[in-house]
């Protein structure tokens, strides 16, 4: 009973036995896994040859397509995913952040597709004019590294663990090799099987080590990227190796840390937020047994609500049913091995130098359906200090448990003080309804913490909760987390690309982006850009208006339809001490007149619809007597994707995508009035 790898587009397994897995809850044998023998060198090879050009010629939309498609596929199967999972010791509640968790990742870095362009590099910000003549300026892109993304993963999350790290590299264009923790690595497997039965990835795109890493890392290269989550001792001991540091190869960590929680003085016992905090500390402590990065380690509590705390806080422990996993009853299941029990014992211990346990038991726990010994089950732990200025282990050693210490404190300053005692964390909840004190511990402990959660009876419903990183939000956070950042919506991606300034004349820029840089030469054409269609349209293409007068009648009709009678508008206005000299027009009459230059035709046209404005600035008044013309750009094309279920004909789903315009309002010294992106949805020909 081997569990295979899959490398080099083929399922292998390793000469002999390195190392049994076994279930977490009752101790039953489950597979064996090994890697010896396996030539790592050529596994990184694979990726950098087969799988990165696959990929990397990709569109983003392309891309995002492909992540869609997994996690429609991957959903079929979760049923599966989840039997399984219970023998990692978690319960339904805890796989499905780990199993749904991770598929929504999918989903949601799918949808990022929507904000990159259709080409297989991106912008990173604005061009940048360089010069006073306007000829020479700079952009930014992004482009997929050209090596292999190496994601070393922890024991507790093996299916969101992987998913979460490859939905983001894949996106960006480069492939992976990932390495689950081998205590659950079964899990992983199981996912990745499905992945390739899929043949929903290029090949190449995703590998899987189930075990050591032999000598992978002394072969990593500058192009390629590493992950890791897992201990700080470990994370450090990697990213200091070699030829890691020799050859500058990109290295994320995200390590244990000692995230709090802080109940705001403003909030009573028996008061709604009083119930909400109590819910998230015990949500916290018992979620996946307490084995999560993000469980709340430190609780901060104001010395005159302690008493209170700890009777809440226990009472509501007391009601959790430890035990199977398999079983409906239980709310909280095994840790993922007996090592991982006797690692929490040992770090508790330390702990108790310090502080006492005043809730649960290192030695006995009550069991639903399951045995004590052969399960890697322990009892949730509370613990007290007194004394959080003076004793450093509840800010310095984690109990990778359920296992939290009551710390109390006086005064905001201290509670603040206390949250960075923890040296840089993951995130931090603060329980208030005062917006004061969230403000003034927020601001103040933001240093210290990847992500701060506000929580009170406002939000609680729908919150998210402390302990739930989000695709769209950056999970990291600084020192003894690891001082690493991933996901976070687009910043995620740029983990994995590479930046450059490229310098030039907006044409040349132009012409290697496919966006209009201002200043670049317009292409002007016989046809009228409205009569274009989306394929025909290109970034550059260029119309230049005839003249429109701006009267003073014009500016008083515009007051009258819009109702906009600001007094710049008005001509018998004293216009001393004003902005303007006399009666100017309105911005947005400009941009009407604008529409009225640049629009046309009454006959239909594959313009589907105006789809908004983007960005506008004015930049100089536009006085009555003045001459406006307008030059309308395509700055940028963003195909739109079909549903493939709505025929084309009901009208509802015409194929199409948005043009980005390029707006330029110039008077008749030709100098500039106004400037903008407007947006228009456009049909495709092949409709
Ligand atoms: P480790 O640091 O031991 O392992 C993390 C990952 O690194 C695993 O995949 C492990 O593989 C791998 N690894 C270990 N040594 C090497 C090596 N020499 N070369 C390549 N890969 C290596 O952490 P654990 O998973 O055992 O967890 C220990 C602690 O880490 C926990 O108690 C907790 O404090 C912290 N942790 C933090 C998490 C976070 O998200 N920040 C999540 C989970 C744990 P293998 O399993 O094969 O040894």
Aim: glycine share 10%; with cysteine.
């Amino acid at each position: 009973m081997m569990l295979s790898n899959y490398l080099t587009g083929h399922w292998i397994t390793g000469d002999g036995e390195e190392q049994q897995l076994v279930n977490a809850f009752n101790g039953d044998y489950i597979t064996s896994i090994s890697t010896r023998g396996l030539d790592f060198e050529s596994i990184l090879e694979y990726g950098r040859k087969v799988g990165n050009p696959a990929l990397r010629k990709m569109t983003f939309q392309q891309r995002g397509n492909m992540l869609k498609a997994l996690a429609f596929y991957l959903l079929e199967k979760k049923e599966k995913f989840y039997k399984l999972s219970t023998q990692t010791g978690a319960t339904r509640a805890d796989s499905w952040v780990d199993i749904e968790g991770g598929i929504g990742n999918l989903f949601s870095n799918a949808s990022l597709r929507r904000k990159l362009p259709d080409e297989s590099f991106a912008l990173d910000g604005e061009s940048i004019s360089l010069s006073k003549g306007g000829t020479f300026s700079g952009q930014h892109i992004l482009v997929p590294k050209e090596g292999v993304a190496v994601h070393i993963n922890a024991f507790n999350f093996p299916v969101w663990g992987m998913l979460e790290k490859i939905a983001v590299n894949l996106l960006a264009g480069m492939p992976a090799i990932v390495k689950p923790a081998s205590v659950t690595c079964y899990l992983t497997q199981m996912v990745v099987q499905e992945i390739i039965a899929s043949g929903i990835l290029p090949k190449g795109a995703l590998q899987l080590i189930c075990g050591s890493t032999g000598d992978l890392l002394d072969h990593v290269q500058s192009q390629d990227v590493i992950t890791f989550t897992g201990s700080a001792v470990t994370g450090l001991k990697l990213k200091s190796l070699p030829n890691i540091l020799a050859n500058n190869v990109p290295f994320t960590t995200e390590a244990d840390s000692l995230n709090c929680i802080v109940l705001g003085n403003d909030v009573e016992p028996g008061s709604a937020d009083w119930e909400i905090f109590t819910k998230e500390v015990r949500k916290e402590m018992t979620a996946k047994a307490g084995q999560k990065c993000t469980a709340i380690r430190r609780i901060f509590v104001p010395a005159s609500k302690m008493d209170a705390v700890k009777e809440s806080i226990s009472k509501s422990l007391s009601q959790t049913t430890i035990g199977n996993p398999e079983n409906e009853a239980v709310r909280m299941g095994s840790l993922a091995g007996q090592s991982q029990r006797t690692e929490v014992k040992n770090q508790v211990s330390k702990l108790l130098a310090s502080s006492q346990i005043i809730y649960g038991s290192l030695d006995s726990v009550q069991l639903l359906d399951a045995d004590a010994v052969r399960g890697a089950f322990i009892s949730p732990l509370l613990l007290m200090n007194d004394n959080p200025f003076t004793t450093e282990e509840p800010h310095n050693v984690e109990a990778f448990g359920p296992v939290s210490t009551l710390m109390p404190y006086k005064n905001m300053d201290d509670a603040i003080e206390l949250s960075r005692k923890g040296k840089g964390s993951l995130c931090s909840t603060i329980v208030t309804g005062d917006k004061l004190i969230a403000k003034e511990y927020v601001l103040a402990a933001a240093t210290h913490h990847g992500r701060i959660l506000v929580l009170n009876q406002s939000c609680a419903k729908e919150s998210t909760g402390h302990g739930s990183p989000l695709p769209m939000l950056v999970h990291g956070g600084p020192g003894r987390a690891g001082g690493g950042e991933e996901m976070g919506g687009l910043r995620g991606i740029k983990h994995y690309m590479q930046r450059v300034a490229i310098q030039g004349s907006p044409t040349m820029l132009t012409a290697i982006t496919n966006v209009y840089q201002p200043g670049g030469e317009g292409n002007k054409s016989d046809v009228h850009l409205f009569k274009k269609y989306f394929e025909e349209i290109k970034p550059g293409d260029q119309l230049v208006t005839d003249e429109r007068l701006i009267t003073s009648e014009d500016i008083n009709r515009f007051a009258e339809l819009s109702g906009d009678h600001f007094y710049a508008h008005i001509a018998t206005t004293d216009f001393e001490n004003t902005m303007f000299d006399k009666q100017v027009a309105h911005g947005y009459f400009l941009i009407s007149a604008a529409a009225g230059l640049f629009v046309d035709s009454y006959e239909k046209n594959p313009v589907l619809l105006n789809y908004g404005v983007e960005e506008f600035r004015f930049t100089k008044p536009v006085y009555p007597g003045t001459s406006i013309h307008i030059k309308f750009t395509c700055k940028e094309k963003i195909s739109q994707d079909t549903r493939s279920d709505t025929p084309a004909e009901t009208g509802i789903d015409i194929p199409k995508g948005i043009v980005k315009w390029y707006v330029e309002i110039l008077d008749d010294t030709k100098e500039l009035a106004g400037v903008g992106t407007i947006l228009t949805m456009v049909a495709k020909k092949n409709i």
